[in-house]
């Protein structure tokens, strides 16, 4: 089946396979101890309403977090927002539509939230700024632990790397809900968490992505939130107390305990979203500072600040009570909804004092104007505003400009998203083969899924280019005939890079067009149409690529695939033992690889490049020139690399 959500699926399997050693990896005892705290919050949540549309799904097995989800989302359940591995949130039609797996049961029964009320066009933030410029990723991390070390890395959203924890909103958020506690030990201890508060903001956090998920499934997005509860993260600060240009003491404080080691706080930010993405077997990583306030007579940071974000993530961070009124929960969701949409890239569109977020800005992964801001004027960018979270108190409204930020535009206007309309290409390592009739033929290739360009002007347009598909199958045709699937050299298409082999049956001597097409988790078939030629021989010829034994000095070479974003392989065809040395330079005539060769008895020789200069580095895109002397004769040609 090829479908929409199951690319990121597909991509969860190899993260959840890491969570044993993640969590062996981590201190001793913090593992356990999250896992009560989340838990003790899901039990706590069972028996509440459900936000609006969503129905409770308890699990009870000995699943972990990633795999619990997985099952039940591979019953056919939409998963929306979760505690795992104990508590779930689907849509409610779900109970119509599968079975659950076993050790799932339905939650208490407990009556549907209610819609938001209707509020007033004001500014959720009375004038303050809430989003802080992006964060400067610093290079390669040298120190990654826990989770975020496991598995190397593996089962991120194709092309994605260690600092992209939150490019578009589409697939699976883990989020971390973290409670930073103050010790009194550098700030004197005003503010302390009960567990009825901390249950509050859980609530909170819960309703405010569940509005996320309702605008998704309304859009035929693949769109959930897994959350892992964290409190009492020891600080000396006392963080309310503090200005948010300060933030990072007390952040890198309260990270440096839970993640067991030090370093820069922006390092431990990314670490941190990085191990919980790992544990839920996630896409995406957001780390929520949620700081006690209850009693604060203003309900601001001590530079007037509410509510605010890092644009892009991978944080935000909000008090319990926002500006001095008092704490209610349906406030607080409205602030963690508006948050998480900056996690993602969207940009403000309401006027406070001093806002920079004009309507002539850009933003996000495909660099969509911010046309709703009333920043310098309400309609000065000829668009009138309309009703949006980004403007107002609009928690039920998102606006066209908005979606287009997080990820969401369907720019050519045919109903599905772009970044869901992403192909692949197949890239057979030969389109000519000769064989000899009687023997099996072996023919190999690459299926590549191409992302769109990150066109992301606070990456300055340069961002990882990411996808939200995988290669889902690679299938071949001999002569029009039937599709036959080709196998995955690695035993499972679920990466974006796939090399396939395909076993053809012993043909009789003639000419074969073998057709090529791939698809991705998407649902969508390559962009490319390449085939194939094969030539069968008569027996008489003995098999081998250029089919049979060459004649006294006839000396021939091929190369596949190029241009290639993985292994290049050679197969030369030339005389019995002769011998020589395959060279490869850049364009600045450079030597970056050297091989000996020598043909076998049957007269060819196969080797291949790794794509990797001496040293090991990774070689880069570009144009590069092997020559072959062999049995005197010179051979030259034309490689491609592209990253």
Known sequence: MRCVSCGFARLRKVAALALTASIAAAPAGRALASGARTWEAARALVSTPAPSGLEAVWYEGSDGPALALDRLERAGFRVEISLPPTLFYVRASGRRAAALPAGFSYGESAPAAAASPPVPDEDLFQGRDDV??????PGSPTRLRGAALAGGMQGLPFGARWSDTSEFMIGRVAVALLFPESDGS?????YDWTPALR???????LRGLAKWTGFAAQKGIPLSFALEVHPGLATGYEPIDRASGEEDTWIQDALTGFLGYKSDATTLEYDAANGVRARMGAQWGVLIFAVQDDSSSTGQFTDGKISHARLGGPY???PVKNGGSAFQGATLDMYMEHEMAHMFWALDEHFP????????????????QNSNSVVPAAGYCGFPPVQCLMKGNYPDSVCFFTQGQIGWADRDGNGVPDLLETRPVVLPDSSTFHAVAGTPVV??????????????????????????AVVDSVDYSIDSGPRIQALAVDGAYDSGREYFTATLPPLPPGNYVIQWD??????????NNPSTLLSVSAPSAPAGLGGGQPA??????????????GPVRFALRARPGSRGVGIVHDIQGREVARWRVTVSPAGTAEWMWNGRVAGGAAASSGLYFLSLEIDGTALRRRLVIFR
């Open 199 to 205: 249950d509050s903001v859980v609530r909170s956090v």
């Open 443 to 468: 023919l190999r290739g690459l299926g590549l899924e191409i992302p769109l360009g990150n066109q992301n002007p606070y990456h300055f347009f340069q961002g990882d280019s990411i996808s939200a």
């Open 316 to 318: 935000y961070v909000t």
């Open 353 to 368: 004092s001093t806002g920079w977020w004009s309507c002539s800005l850009t933003t996000g992964y495909l660099n969509i």
């Open 132 to 137: 802080r410029p992006p964060l400067s990723p």
């Open 186 to 190: 550098i700030d004197p201890n005003h």
């Open 552 to 565: 006294a000095g006839a000396t021939s070479l091929r190369v596949g695939p190029t241009p290639s974003q």
């Open 518 to 527: 791939a698809w991705n988790s998407n649902g969508m078939k390559s962009v």
